[in-house]
Nanobody
């Protein structure tokens, strides 16, 4: 099982970035997938999760309206479109999944079992 995230970088406040995560070793049709992040000096927190049938998505209040999670089943890839970035969005973003198939993971209400290597997002002017 591998989760290969890409698309991070340096962005100015108000700008957009799109993160991608190529999943291998499992299918997005069978396992929910999500993005978590860890800012400097802080713990990891959920950013967004997506169920296997794309019917359930989760966003914390501080993300709603700015970030959008989506997937391309044919490519077994999940995306995180991040708009109107803020300096406080600076963090390492991790693509994750739950191979234990917890019913609460699609709402980011349980911890992932697998984490990718992360991609750095820095928002600064």
């Amino acid at each position: 099982v591998q989760l290969q995230a890409s698309g991070g970088g340096l962005a100015q406040p108000g700008a957009s970035l799109r993160l991608s995560c190529l999943a291998s070793g499992f299918s997005l049709e069978s396992y929910a997938i999500g993005w978590f992040r860890q800012a400097p000096g802080k713990g990891r927190e959920a950013v967004s999760c997506l169920s296997t049938n794309n019917e359930i998505t989760y966003y914390p209040d501080w993300v709603k309206g700015r970030f959008t999670i989506s997937s391309d089943r044919a490519k077994n890839t999940v995306y995180l479109q991040m708009n109107n970035l803020r300096p406080e969005d600076t963090a390492v973003y991790y693509c994750t999944t739950d191979l234990g198939q917890s019913s609460s993971y699609a709402r980011c209400h349980s911890s992932p079992t697998n984490w990718g290597q992360g991609t750095q997002v820095t928002v600064s002017s």
